[in-house]
Every structure is written in structure tokens, then in C-alpha cells.
């Protein structure tokens, strides 16, 4: 059988050695998942040589639908596996490509607000779609987009149980230039909180020694609350969770990890 993407997605689920993973993300660019032209991960490599017998998606016209389309959810299935195996800089080598936000609105032909089930690939024998995004049906790609977001901003286990004690961590994989001109970026947690990052020198996050990060609550009484590191123990953390932290500021180091 020719490769499907959810094989891969799979893969990234059950290998935790980053450097096999880094190994398997540059072979996935150099097969037939890659859309070349769209900078994009088709569903399924090409079917042209396999009998009908193997389902409907060969009933499909090659790019469209569930037959070497851009499948939306499936895709981003496989840019959330990337960052949660910490390939940091190669899933944003995919972002402004893949994600529906950036995509250019003329060419996607829906508003780059709204995620379609599938987008049609260059595989389609129609040049003029190529890019073009169709709602076939509901998409999965909400939720996915939504563990991305989380895993981006905050990490992909923001709370955690360590000694009996609760702890929310803030990890947040944020390249550069996602922070404005004053080096800041923000994120409303457990929609309630207002976080912001002070990175002014708008510095990759991963990139840096978040134990040597500074975090200042700001409680809804107007007390405020200076945490050292990236982490909050006990009863703050019940604080923030409970929304009783207004806003929380958290000031990024400028020392860089030996390896992330």
C-alpha cells in the first residue's frame, strides 16, 4: 500500500527518540505525502496503481476528498505530533504553510477564520482549485488546532499532581516572531486568566532556560505574588485555576538552554 499520513501520525504516538523522529519528519518531506507546491502533507501518497478493492477513497478524483487531498484534520494530527515530540523548529518550518490562519485568502477561497474538511491538493487536475478549501462535512481539525494552541502557549501538561501537591507549569514553544514589538505575547488561561510573556528580545522559548523564568500573580484582592521559575506550586495554583489570578505576568530569562 502506498503511505497514508495517519500511519505516520502513529509512528510519532509510539517513537520517543527525537532524533528518529527528526530522521522520519525529513522522509515524510521527501515522499509523496508532501504537496511540494502547497508546502502542505497530503492524506495518502498517490493510488493510481491500486485496485478498487482497497475502498472508496480510490473512487475519488486524485486531491480531492478522502483521495490525496489536503485532509485538514489529519494534517493537523501530524503538526500537533511534532509539537508535542519537542521538533520545535520543524513544525514551524510547516506553520505559515499548514495552518489555516496564514493561508492566503484568494487562493483558500473561505475566510482564513474558518478550517475546512479539505483543502484541494495540486495533485487535482483543475490548477485553478489548487489550494481551495471545501466543507464537505463537520472537521475534526477545531479540536486539533485548539491541543496545538495549548501545547504552543503553555505546554502540553500545564497541570500535573507532583507529591500530592498540584503544579502549573508554564512551558510555552513560541518562536520569535510571534511576540510584538515590545517582546510580549499573550494567551487567556482556562478562559478567565490573562498570561502574558515578556520576551524582549523575542528569543524562540525553547531556546531558553524557563527554570530562570520570574512570574508575578496578579490576585483579584490587588495583591501580587512573585514566583521564581516557569513553575506554580500548591495552593497559588489552586488560585489561578479557581480564577481567583486576575492576570499573570511571566518574564522569560535570556539564558539559553545547552539542549532542548
Not at 118 to 127: C, G, K, N, R
Not at 153 to 172: A, Q, S
Amino acid at each position: 500500500m502506498p503511505l497514508f499520513l495517519e500511519g505516520i501520525v502513529k509512528q510519532f504516538r509510539i517513537i520517543k527518540d527525537r532524533r528518529v523522529l527528526k530522521e522520519l519528519y525529513l522522509r515524510v518531506k521527501e515522499s509523496d505525502l508532501y504537496d511540494r507546491k502547497l508546502g502542505m502533507y497530503k492524506v495518502n501518497a498517490p493510488l493510481r496503481d491500486q485496485p478498487i478493492e482497497i475502498g472508496r477513497a480510490k473512487a475519488f478524483t486524485p486531491g480531492w476528498l478522502e483521495n490525496e487531498s489536503i485532509w485538514l484534520h489529519m494534517e493537523y494530527k501530524y503538526m500537533l505530533e511534532l509539537i508535542r515530540s519537542g521538533l520545535y523548529d520543524e513544525f514551524y518550518q510547516d506553520f505559515k504553510n499548514v495552518i489555516v490562519a496564514f493561508l492566503e485568502p484568494g487562493v483558500y477561497g473561505r475566510s482564513p477564520l474558518e478550517n475546512s474538511s479539505f483543502i484541494v491538493s495540486s495533485a487535482y487536475p483543475d490548477e485553478s482549485l489548487h489550494g481551495a478549501g471545501f466543507v464537505a462535512r463537520l472537521t475534526g481539525a477545531n479540536a486539533e488546532f485548539l491541543s496545538i494552541w495549548k501545547n504552543m502557549f503553555i505546554g502540553d501538561k500545564p497541570f500535573t499532581v507532583e507529591n500530592g501537591e498540584l503544579v502549573l507549569t508554564f512551558k510555552p514553544a513560541l518562536p520569535g516572531w510571534l511576540f510584538d514589538e515590545e517582546g510580549k505575547a499573550s494567551f487567556k488561561l482556562l478562559g478567565k486568566c490573562m498570561v502574558t510573556y515578556y520576551n524582549p528580545r523575542r528569543v524562540d522559548t525553547w531556546r531558553l532556560d524557563l527554570g530562570m523564568a520570574k512570574i508575578i500573580l496578579h490576585m483579584k484582592n490587588e495583591d501580587r505574588v512573585e514566583v521564581k521559575g516557569n513553575s506554580v506550586r500548591g495552593d497559588l495554583a489552586l488560585k489561578i485555576r479557581s480564577g481567583e489570578v486576575e492576570a499573570v505576568d511571566i518574564y522569560l530569562p535570556e539564558n539559553y538552554c545547552i539542549q532542548y
